[in-house]
């Protein structure tokens, strides 16, 4: 059996107009469809899928599994995240890979804000730094 590339990223919130709220006008992500149901963003390479709470999922933030987003420059994403009212935990500090973040959802799942070293860029699939020096 052939796996494709990996697409979607699905969350399960308990309250879909308050995180869609937050990863629209907090994270900024594209929103491509919103219902009551299910509500997806564009994240680049990847689609991040929300799914409201039922009997058969339910919100988890602690279970081991956390989304990662690459910006530019992490000082100018974390100034934003934070004049858009967002929660950021840790950092931005400096890493072995470049410089992190990380910012919780209303839920409480933890989304990290990744600027990768330069000399790391292309092993992550990123294109190289545009205007930064």
């Known amino acids: 059996m052939m796996f494709g590339k990996l697409g979607l990223v699905m969350v399960v919130v308990r309250d879909m107009d308050r995180s869609v709220t937050f990863y629209r006008d907090v994270l900024g992500l594209k929103l491509l469809l919103q219902q009551s149901n299910w509500s997806q963003f564009d994240a680049g390479n990847i689609l991040i899928g929300l799914h409201p709470e039922g009997d058969e999922v339910k919100v988890s933030p602690t279970t081991g599994m956390s989304i990662g987003i690459y910006v530019e420059d992490i000082d100018k994403a974390v100034a934003e995240i934070r004049s858009r009212n967002g929660r950021v935990a840790v950092g931005p500090r400096p890493e072995p890979f470049g410089k992190w973040a990380l910012v919780f959802d209303p839920d409480g799942y933890s989304v990290q804000i990744i600027e990768m070293a ?9 294109a190289p730094e545009s205007g930064k020096a």
């Open 118 to 126: 330069r000399s790391l860029r292309a092993q992550h699939k990123l």
